[in-house]
């Protein structure tokens, strides 16, 4: 079968490189992609947002399933437009798709399906917004609606922090996403993810996660889109995945359902272990980034069909996913000055003799200028490894960001640290 990926950072890389294991696939096409998507991709230009362009290509190239990587194209509505084409997707339409579009959204649909989460309220305006600090305590949790690129949350430790992130998010901080902003309890836990692959009715695990999002060792620094992820997270055993669907997942899908919109695609939930239990902190309506590079590599199934059975309502006619037992992590290599301005155009080389063995380099924030490989983003690169051990796959992850030459990035040298001190 043709399919289309849409995406280009290491989330699909990692997708692509999976997709083209599949004995169903015939050709694999993508948009915008990156230099490693076209190792197993043909890369073809869609205007980014250009919804009719995506359809009339996908009509002429006789495209059966276009898999959505990113978020803001889902919560703009391209899955509503393909399938009224008639077209197969992997992703949710746009109203189930606000579960990560608007955390007001979500908040709201925990309190109407009793879903376990902190304690929160909405505003539209600082002057509603700031009196109702005082009830929430320290620390607090400040979020923007909207989507603003996994940094639109802020965690104030003093008073002055948290009236100083409601007015710069009121004050265009965040642009459009500061809007409206929720404010939250701070919940005191561990936190983890984990995955689910729902067909609008059926929904089944989908492996658990934990990654890094603080920019500096010892998570301290900014707040990032992620610095490294490993798979699996030891602390969402059995017993807690069981709580985790019961409480939190099956009652958002069949809310959505009962709405009348209903959920296909991977949901992806932020969670909080707390001495109550898992509590939601938040969804995201696609894989993660980087935790879908860990996940791909313990994935032994055949994601293309997975994807299809999704998307084609028939969850309950296939066999769980399987996973490897083995660990697997991912170390982001970003780029000087991520996440503020980062510098782009280095050169990088050496990624061929890296990928050897378990280890693999899947690139995010890259593009070929005059034939060589440069920075284009943020996070770079993603040396990700699967071994028997998590300090195994650690140390091969390291090794392998070691033989890239990329005199420009920078890595966290501490991923994996919770779980490792445990033993």
Not at 61 to 86: C, H, K
Not at 340 to 348: L, N, R, T
């Amino acid at each position: 079968m043709n399919v289309l990926l849409l995406g280009s950072g290491g989330r699909e890389h990692a997708l692509a490189w999976k997709i083209a294991q599949s004995p169903k696939l015939t050709k694999l096409f993508a948009s915008p992609g990156n230099p490693g998507i076209a190792e197993h991709a043909q890369i073809v230009e869609i205007k980014d947002g250009d919804h009719r362009g995506t359809i009339d290509f996908c009509l002429k190239n006789s495209i059966e399933l276009i898999i959505i990587g990113p978020e803001a194209p889902l919560v703009d509505g391209l899955a509503d437009n393909l399938r009224t084409m008639g077209l197969a997707v992997f992703g949710p339409d746009k109203g189930a798709a606000q579960l990560e579009g608007s955390k007001g959204f979500t908040k709201d649909l925990c309190a109407e399906a009793n879903i376990p989460t902190a304690r929160y309220a909405r505003f539209t305006s600082a002057d509603a917004a700031l009196p109702a600090l005082q009830e929430f305590g320290l620390p607090v949790v400040i979020k923007a609606d909207g989507l603003a690129a996994g940094k639109g949350v802020i965690i104030a430790e003093t008073a002055e922090d948290a009236e100083a992130a409601v007015a710069g998010m009121f004050e265009g901080d965040f642009g459009k996403a500061g809007a409206e902003i929720v404010i939250e309890e701070f919940l005191v836990g561990e936190e983890a993810s984990f995955f689910a692959l729902v067909d609008g009715k059926t929904a089944v695990p989908f492996g658990t996660a934990q990654d890094h999002k603080r920019v500096g060792d010892g998570d301290t620094g900014l707040n990032t889109g992620g610095m490294g992820a490993y798979s699996p997270a030891p602390v969402l055993g059995d017993a807690i995945v069981d709580r985790v669907m019961a409480e939190i997942v099956t009652p958002t899908v069949e809310t959505l359902a009962r709405r009348g919109t209903p959920y296909s695609g991977v949901l992806f939930a932020g969670l909080m272990l707390t001495d109550k239990g898992p509590e939601l902190i938040e969804y995201n309506v696609r894989f993660g980034d980087p935790e879908c590079q860990v996940l791909m590599m313990r994935l032994e199934e055949d994601l293309l069909e997975l994807m299809l059975a999704t998307a084609e309502g028939r969850l309950d006619e296939i066999d769980a996913p399987v996973f490897s037992p083995e660990s697997a992590m991912t170390v982001v290599m970003a780029a000087k000055g991520y996440p503020g301005a980062p510098e782009k155009g280095g050169s990088i080389t050496g990624i061929e003799a890296a990928n050897v063995g378990g280890a693999k380099v899947f690139q995010a924030g890259t593009s070929l200028q005059d034939d060589t490989l440069v920075a284009s983003g943020g996070r770079v690169l993603n040396g990700t490894a699967r071994a028997t051990t998590l300090q195994q796959a650690r140390d091969m992850a390291y090794a392998t960001l070691e033989k890239i030459d990329f005199a420009d990035g920078f890595c966290r040298s501490d991923i994996g640290w919770r779980e490792l001190e445990r033993g």
